[in-house]
């Protein structure tokens, strides 16, 4: 069963085309959350996946350069709570 990832990146050193590349990049590559991650450039995505934390670390770091940081939590809510607006309690 897919659990949920918070993914985000420090947009502070980066441009706006790099920004939206990685933002299109999680769009396609993982089923995101509604409302967090609608439209736009965004640096929080919250994504219901199979992947495990160090898969999805991984990924990123095999896909964006060395200079660009990430960072993946794993969240203690199911995706049907995220989208029925229940509150969201971090697991680290």
């Known amino acids: 069963m897919p ?3 918070l993914i985000t990146y420090d ?3 980066a ?5 939206q590349q990685i933002t ?3 769009k396609n590559n993982f089923d995101c959350l509604k409302p967090l991650n609608t439209s736009g ?3 929080t995505w919250i994504v219901s996946t199979l992947a495990s934390r160090e898969q999805i670390k991984t990924i990123l770091k095999s ?3 060395k200079g660009d940081k990430f960072v993946v939590v794993e969240l ?3 995706s049907d709570d995220l989208l029925k ?8």
């Open 3 to 5: 659990s949920c990832k």
């Open 11 to 13: 947009l502070n050193n």
């Open 15 to 19: 441009t706006s085309e790099r920004s």
């Open 24 to 26: 299109d990049f999680i």
């Open 41 to 43: 450039v965004s640096s």
């Open 63 to 65: 896909t964006f350069e």
């Open 76 to 78: 203690a809510a199911k």
């Open 85 to 92: 607006g229940k509150p969201i309690k971090i697991g680290l």
